[in-house]
Each structure stands twice: as structure tokens, then as C-alpha cells.
Antibody
Framework: QDLLVQSGAEVKRPGASVRVSCKAS????????ITWVRQAPGQGLEWMGW????????NYAQKFQGRVTVTADTSTSTAYMELRSLRSDDTAIYHC??????????????WGQGTMVTVSS | QSVLTQPPSVSGAPGQRVTISCTGS?????????VHWYQQLPGTAPKLLIY???NRPSGVPDRFSVSKSGTSASLAITGLQADDEGDYYC????????????FGTGTKVTVL
């Protein structure tokens, strides 16, 4: 079945960077995009960014512009999300999800299991 | 960043019907973009519940249904069951400059 498997939990110091991976299987990676969503403890879902598996185009939420980079390796069907200059309020579960390839109206399915990122000194 | 507004919580007894509203703006729901709904059970990742016009992924019962009008959408759960308890989020595309997609603020459903 279509599956997204993410890398394991991370603990980082404030000011550091974190890179989370998301490996896709069960479908043709190039036919879809990957989007990244985070959820702080006890909070709601927050959309962060998107990368097309077809042409590598990206789009980021204004809030994260300049601090987040999403990349994809089509040879391994893996997407990556790097968040820099980490702060304590970046502590959250980071999810990847399959998204529309053209970045137009559409839904996210399936979702990865989530990666807990803890930022603490 | 644009967001879609949902009530923080709704509750109902087993067997009852509850509805969750999702209010957006002219750059998302009001522009005619599809609204999609996710269910997040405690301790798990979100799961697609309904997409577009009442399209349900395999395994999702027809107790869940949606409607849309103007800048708002709604999710209805009929025949409420104990395992429906969790958080529900709406999501849509947004044509403003703040990003591609927006989520609702989330609604916790409690079965009394």
C-alpha cells in the first residue's frame, strides 16, 4: 500500500538545524508532491511547505520563509525538510504527507507517522 | 498565515448527530476550492476522512458527511460512536500569498 515512513525523533539545541526525512513507497513518487505539516504539543496542524515530485518546485508558508528548505531525491523516493535556527517553540511533531503534484486544490493522503523534534538547551 | 476557523470542541451522546463548522475567506473556501477533512485519534497521525464532495476513503463509514456554502463548510457525524472521539481538522487550498494550503484550527469531539 501507499506508505510514507519518516526518520526518528531528534533533540536539538536552540540555534541548531534539523533535517527530517520522509521515504515514500507503493506509488510513483514523480506523480505526486510531498507536503510538510507540524503540530506543537497540544496544538493544531500548521502547514509548512510543499515540494513537487515531478519538477522539484517548492512553496513555503510565509511564516517559515527563509528558515525552512524542502528537497526531494527522486532516485530514492525520499523527501527532506530542513529547519534552521531552531527555537524552543519549534518543538513539535513534524509530519509529511502526499499532496497534489501541481500544488493546486487537493488533499493530503497518506501521512507519515510523524517525527518528534525537541528543541532544548 | 490564513487559517480556517473551527469551534474548539463539540460533544454528544452515543447515537447523536454533531456538526463541526469550518469558516474561511474569499481566498480559500469562498473562492470555490475544495475542503477536505482529517480525523486525528489520540496519539496518532492525522488521517484523511473526507475529500471534496463527500468522497470517503475506503473504510470510512457514511456516518460522516460534509456540506459547503459560501465561505464555510461543515462536517456532520451521525450515529456518534465512542471511537469517533478525537480531533477533526478541515483543510483547503489558499490563493493568497501566505502559502498554498491552510488548516482549520481543529475541533475536539467528545462522546459523552
Amino acid at each position: 500500500q501507499d506508505l510514507l515512513v519518516q526518520s526518528g525523533a531528534e533533540v536539538k539545541r536552540p540555534g541548531a538545524s534539523v533535517r527530517v526525512s520522509c521515504k515514500a513507497s507503493g506509488y510513483t513518487f514523480n506523480n505526486y508532491a510531498i507536503t510538510w505539516v507540524r503540530q506543537a504539543p497540544g496544538q493544531g496542524l500548521e502547514w509548512m511547505g510543499w515540494i513537487s515530485g515531478y519538477n522539484g518546485n517548492t512553496n513555503y508558508a510565509q511564516k517559515f520563509q527563509g528558515r525552512v528548505t524542502v528537497t526531494a531525491d527522486t532516485s530514492t523516493s525520499t523527501a527532506y525538510m530542513e529547519l534552521r535556527s531552531l527555537r524552543s517553540d519549534d518543538t513539535a511533531i513534524y509530519h509529511c504527507a502526499r499532496a497534489p503534484v501541481l500544488g493546486d486544490s487537493g488533499w493530503f493522503d497518506p501521512w507519515g507517522q510523524g517525527t518528534m523534534v525537541t528543541v532544548s538547551s | 498565515q490564513s487559517v480556517l476557523t473551527q469551534p474548539p470542541s463539540v460533544s454528544g451522546a452515543p447515537g447523536q448527530r454533531v456538526t463541526i463548522s469550518c469558516t474561511g475567506s474569499s481566498s480559500n473556501i469562498g473562492a470555490g476550492y475544495g475542503v477536505h477533512w482529517y480525523q486525528q485519534l489520540p496519539g496518532t497521525a492525522p488521517k484523511l476522512l473526507i475529500y471534496g464532495n463527500n468522497n470517503r476513503p475506503s473504510g470510512v463509514p457514511d456516518r460522516f458527511s460534509v456540506s459547503k456554502s459560501g465561505t464555510s463548510a461543515s462536517l456532520a457525524i451521525t450515529g456518534l460512536q465512542a471511537d469517533d472521539e478525537g480531533d477533526y481538522y478541515c483543510q483547503s487550498y489558499d490563493s493568497s500569498l501566505s502559502g498554498l494550503y491552510v488548516f482549520g484550527t481543529g475541533t475536539k469531539v467528545t462522546v459523552l
